[in-house]
């Protein structure tokens, strides 16, 4: 079974920083894509930022030149080092890892999400 397991979230003033980590634990599972998400109250649910397996990132326009995302691909972990904080970019922050789990058939597309940490950003 495969389980992402977010952590770093909490309470800031604007203009502070957070960052936000993500492990990735079981076997067999094949990363490819992992990415921060995010849903604030009454809204939907948007990507924040992405990264492949080989380093290649994506940026939501809001957030650009103020959080960065990376990973440890050895470690199975994801980061968003999120700094400038604003208090639009309080939400509830969700980890999400696509990639390929071994199985008796071959492999098989898997997606996973995280049970997300909140971020406030006070003003």
């Known amino acids: 079974?495969?389980?992402?397991?977010?952590?770093?979230?909490?309470?800031?003033?604007?203009?502070?920083?957070?960052?936000?980590?993500c492990a990735a634990s079981g076997s067999g599972f094949s990363i490819n894509t992992m990415g921060w998400y995010r849903q604030a109250l009454g809204m939907q649910r948007e990507v924040v930022a992405?990264?492949?397996?080989?380093?290649?990132?994506?940026?939501?326009?809001?957030?650009?030149?103020?959080f960065t995302i990376s990973r440890d691909n050895a470690e199975n972990t994801l980061y968003l080092q999120m700094n400038s904080l604003k208090p639009e970019d309080t939400a509830v922050y969700y980890c999400n890892a696509a990639g390929y789990v071994a199985t008796t058939r071959g492999w098989?597309?898997?997606?996973?999400?995280g049970q997300g940490t909140l971020v406030t950003v006070s003003s």
Not at 5 to 15: K, N
Not at 50 to 66: C, F, H, L, M, Q
Not at 108 to 113: S, T
């Open 1 to 21: 079974q495969v389980q992402l397991m977010e952590s770093g979230g909490g309470l800031v003033q604007t203009g502070e920083s957070l960052r936000l980590s």
């Open 50 to 66: 992405n990264i492949t397996s080989t380093g290649g990132t994506n940026y939501a326009d809001s957030v650009k030149g103020r």
């Open 108 to 113: 098989r597309f898997l997606e996973v999400w």
